[in-house]
């Protein structure tokens, strides 16, 4: 049974990694299940064993991929710790240095670029309106408890100031992704990440 159990984990990995390259190749409207079993060699039936649809098999993805920053996060956001600023910090680097270095997670953030790169909101799933949201709303919370530990200014606006990270970050990588022999995204990302906090030190101030 352990075997079994063993087996099974891998096949799901095996799904999961395959799905990643085509899903950040092709979008995941222009790829199907059955282009995803023919890469990692299995039937639909075994997708479908682990995975009730394409946007099921897209949050194990996130889940599995995105781990580490979601820890990170998460931490930024507690009310417990002592360094919230540093812990973002933390994880606008992990992405960063991730995004050059690691191909399973350069894949999951090209996978997530193409998924939004719209102009309407009319055109996005609905799914990706709501992960937008979601990590909207974490970078919101992020940057309030930064506000309270005194890390960041009380008139910071913190909607505004999450926007900005985002737009920031995204650039860099877009540009790097485009050209990544312009400019190592790993060994400059404590420069890039001193101007992002620079940002929010200075500027994104609530009006009135």
């Not at 309407?120 to 919101?140: F, I, K």
């Not at 737009?167 to 877009?174: A, E």
Request: proline share 2%; glycine share 6%; net charge neutral.
């Amino acid at each position: 049974m352990r075997r079994t159990k063993e087996e099974a984990e891998a096949t799901r990995l095996c799904i999961m990694k395959k799905a990643l390259a085509l899903f950040a190749e092709k979008g995941i409207a222009a790829t199907s299940l059955s282009d995803i079993a023919q890469s990692a060699g299995v039937t639909r039936g075994a997708i479908y064993w682990h995975f009730k649809n394409k946007w099921d098999l897209f949050d194990g993805l996130w889940e599995h991929y995105a781990s580490p920053l979601t820890k990170l996060g998460d931490a930024s956001e507690s009310e417990g710790e002592a360094d919230p600023l540093g812990k973002f910090v933390e994880l606008m680097r992990l992405l960063l240095v991730s995004a050059e270095q690691d191909e399973d997670m350069r894949r999951l953030i090209t996978l997530y670029m193409r998924e939004t790169a719209v102009l309407s909101n009319d055109e996005l799933p609905v799914h990706m309106q709501e992960l937008e949201l979601e990590l909207h709303t974490r970078r919101v919370r992020a940057l309030e408890n930064a506000v309270r530990k005194g890390q960041l200014p009380r008139d910071l606006d913190v909607e505004a100031g999450s926007l900005l990270v985002k737009v920031m970050v995204d650039g860099l990588i877009i540009r790097w992704l485009r050209n990544p022999n312009c400019f190592s995204l790993s060994e400059r990302a404590g420069q890039f990440i001193e101007s992002i906090i620079a940002v929010l030190q200075h500027g994104a101030r609530k009006r009135g």
